[in-house]
């Protein structure tokens, strides 16, 4: 299993920063794929960014030029760094991790999440 825990949110003016960060533990090597999702009030879930083991990465339209995600091995972390936010950048940010793994001779992929983080830009 993959434990995540997001950390870094907070109240940011528009124009303004914030860096997202996710601490991966448990079976942090059958990790594919890790990333970013949020969720606004009333609104579904959606991609953000997300970057896979072999370092290619994937950002939704709506963010591209803005955020930036990374990954730290060294510290079993992954990273977004979030510029240029706007209002409507305004939701809860979720970790989330891919795994892929071999159970009885059978590959298995599975999703984890982490708790989220309060993302909140004002205008």
């Known amino acids: 299993q993959v434990q995540l825990v997001e950390s870094g949110g907070g109240l940011v003016q528009a124009g303004g920063s914030l860096r997202l960060s996710c601490a991966a533990s448990?079976?942090?090597?059958?990790?594919?794929?890790i990333g970013w999702y949020r969720q606004a009030p009333g609104k579904q879930r959606e991609l953000v960014a997300a970057?896979?083991?072999?370092?290619?990465?994937n950002y939704a339209d709506f963010v591209k030029g803005r955020f930036t995600i990374s990954r730290d091995d060294s510290e079993n972390r992954v990273y977004l760094q979030m510029n240029s936010l706007k209002p409507e950048d305004t939701a809860v940010y979720y970790c989330?991790?891919?795994?892929?793994?071999?159970?009885?001779?059978?590959?298995?992929?599975?999703?984890?999440w982490g708790q989220g983080t309060q993302v909140t830009v004002s205008s």
């Open positions: 970057i896979s083991r072999g370092g290619r990465t």
């Open positions: 989330y991790a891919e795994t892929w793994t071999v159970v009885a001779g059978t590959g298995r992929e599975s999703d984890y």
């Open positions: 448990g079976s942090i090597f059958s990790i594919n794929t």
